[in-house]
C-alpha cells in the first residue's frame, strides 16, 4: 500500500490507511504500507507493531523521483499494489500518476488498484489546467489503474468522464471513520461535564478540519449560532489547522465569534485525541457541518460523525449523496444560505423526538461505514483484480493477497 501520509500525521488520509491496514490484516492479508519518511510516520510505525501481518516502511523522502518507490515495490513482494491517490499527498508532482506504467517499465507485473480521495491533478505549470493537462495526469492513472475505487457518485461521474464514459472498473466503496466510536454512555457524559454544559443545556459540536480554503463553511456557522443564540447551546469546535496560515485563519474566526457576541459560547478544542474526539461527539446532541460544497462520502469528519449517530445538520449540492435523506438521517439545506442553516439548527436543536428519530435511522446504516465491512469491500476489488489479471505467480501462493 502506497500513501503518501500516514499517522501520526494529522490528515484524515493517514487516519484511513491507518484503519484499512489493520482491518485488513484481520481478514488475514498481509500489508506492508509504503509512505513518506518523517518524525510522524516514524511514530506511526513505532506504534503499528503490535499488528504481526502489518509493515509500516517510512522510506520516502521525496515523491518526485519513481527510483525509491519501484525499489520499495519490488522488495515488498506484494500481490496488490493499493495507491492512495490526493496530489497533495505527493508535493503535487506528476511522478505518482505514471506509477503504473513506471512499474510496468521496471518489469514489475503488480496490478495496481488506486484510491482516489480526490480528482485533483499535479501542478504542472501556470495555465495548465485551463489547458486540461492536470485533468489528463489524472485520467492517465485511472486508465492503467486495474480498478479504481471511489467514495461517492460526484467522483464516479467525473472520472467516468474523463474516462470517455469507461466504468467498468471502477468501484463505490466509502470511507470509514477517522475516529471510530469508542466510548461508553458513561464517559459521554463525563465529557458533557467536562466541557461544562450545564442542566437543560445541549452540546452542539463541529468537527473537522480548520482551514482557510477548505470550504467547511465554519463563519456561516458561527453566524448562524448568533441567530439562534435563544436555544442555549454550547458549542464546541473539534479539529484545527497545520500551517500558520491556518492559524491566522482561526484567529479570524475567533474575533467573528467576538463581534458576533458569541465568544463564550464557543469552545475551541482544537487537535485532541481520538478517544476524547469520540467522547465529544458521543456526548453531542447536534452536530453542524456546512460544507460549501455539499456534504460527500470522500470527507471522512462526515463520516465520522454519522458512525457515532450524531443528530446532524449539514448542506447539499443538487442533492444528498445515497442513501441519505433529510430528515430520515440528517437535516439538510442548500449549501450557501446562511438562513435555512439557522432553521434547521433551530429545529433540530428544540425537536428531541426528531433527534432520536435521526440517531434511530443512522444505527440502520451503521455496517455501510463499519471498517470491518470497508475492508471486506476493498478485499473483494482486490480478488476480482486477482482473477482478472490471472491466478498465477505471487498471488496463487497465499490465501489472503499481500499489498
Known amino acids: 500500500m502506497i500513501s503518501g501520509s500516514f499517522p501520526t500525521m494529522r490528515c484524515g488520509i493517514a487516519d484511513q490507511v491507518w484503519h484499512l491496514s489493520h482491518h485488513l490484516c484481520r481478514l488475514g492479508h498481509e500489508v506492508s504500507v509504503v509512505t513518506s519518511r518523517n518524525e510522524s510516520t516514524a511514530a506511526g510505525a513505532a506504534s503499528a507493531t503490535g499488528e504481526p501481518r502489518l ?12 527510483g525509491p518507490v519501484v525499489a520499495a515495490v519490488s522488495a515488498s513482494d506484494c500481490d ?16 505518482i500518476n505514471g506509477l503504473p506504467a513506471t512499474l510496468e517499465v521496471a518489469g514489475l507485473r503488480q496490478p495496481v488498484v488506486t484510491r482516489f480521495h480526490d480528482l485533483w491533478g499535479p501542478k504542472l505549470f501556470p495555465g495548465a489546467g485551463r489547458l486540461g493537462l492536470r485533468s489528463r495526469y489524472v485520467a492517465q492513472l485511472a486508465a492503467r489503474s486495474e480498478a479504481a475505487l471511489v467514495s461517492n457518485d460526484r467522483h464516479r461521474r467525473q472520472l467516468a468522464t474523463l474516462l470517455g464514459g469507461k466504468t467498468e472498473h471502477l468501484t463505490n466503496v466509502p470511507l470509514g471513520p477517522g475516529v471510530p466510536p469508542s466510548v461508553t454512555e458513561e464517559q459521554a457524559a463525563c465529557q458533557r461535564q467536562e466541557l461544562g454544559v450545564r442542566e437543560g443545556e445541549l452540546l452542539g459540536v463541529y468537527f473537522g478540519l480548520v482551514q482557510s480554503g477548505t470550504g467547511k463553511g465554519l463563519a456561516a456557522l458561527l453566524k448562524a449560532i ?3 443564540r435563544e436555544i442555549g447551546t454550547r458549542w464546541v469546535c473539534l479539529g484545527g489547522g497545520q500551517s500558520a496560515r491556518d492559524g491566522r485563519h482561526q484567529e479570524r474566526l475567533r474575533r467573528l465569534a467576538g463581534s458576533l457576541g458569541i465568544a463564550d459560547r464557543v469552545t475551541w478544542l482544537g487537535y485532541v485525541p481520538d478517544r476524547q474526539v469520540s467522547a465529544v461527539l458521543s456526548a453531542a446532541d447536534v452536530c453542524v457541518l456546512p460544507y460549501e460544497d455539499g456534504a460527500e462520502f470522500h470527507r471522512s469528519s462526515l463520516v465520522t460523525v454519522l458512525s457515532h449517530r450524531v443528530p446532524l445538520v449539514t448542506t447539499y449540492v443538487g442533492c444528498l449523496p445515497s442513501p441519505l435523506r433529510s430528515g430520515e438521517h440528517v437535516l439538510a439545506v442548500p449549501a450557501g444560505d446562511p438562513a435555512e442553516l439557522g432553521r434547521a439548527m433551530s429545529r433540530l436543536a428544540t425537536d428531541s423526538g426528531l433527534r432520536e428519530h435521526l440517531r434511530a435511522n443512522l444505527a440502520q446504516l451503521e455496517d455501510s461505514f463499519a471498517w470491518p465491512s470497508l475492508a471486506r469491500r476493498t478485499a473483494a476489488v482486490y480478488a476480482d483484480v486477482r482473477q482478472r489479471v490471472g491466478s498465477g505467480g505471487l498471488g496463487a501462493r497465499r490465501e489472503g493477497a499481500k499489498a
Request: cysteine-free.
Open 55 to 66: 509493515e509500516v516502511r517510512p522510506l520516502i523522502e521525496s515523491w518526485r523521483r519513481p
Open 80 to 95: 496488490i499494489v493499493h495507491l492512495e491517490y490526493q496530489t497533495a499527498l505527493y508535493e503535487r508532482h506528476p511522478m
Open 226 to 228: 448568533a441567530e439562534t
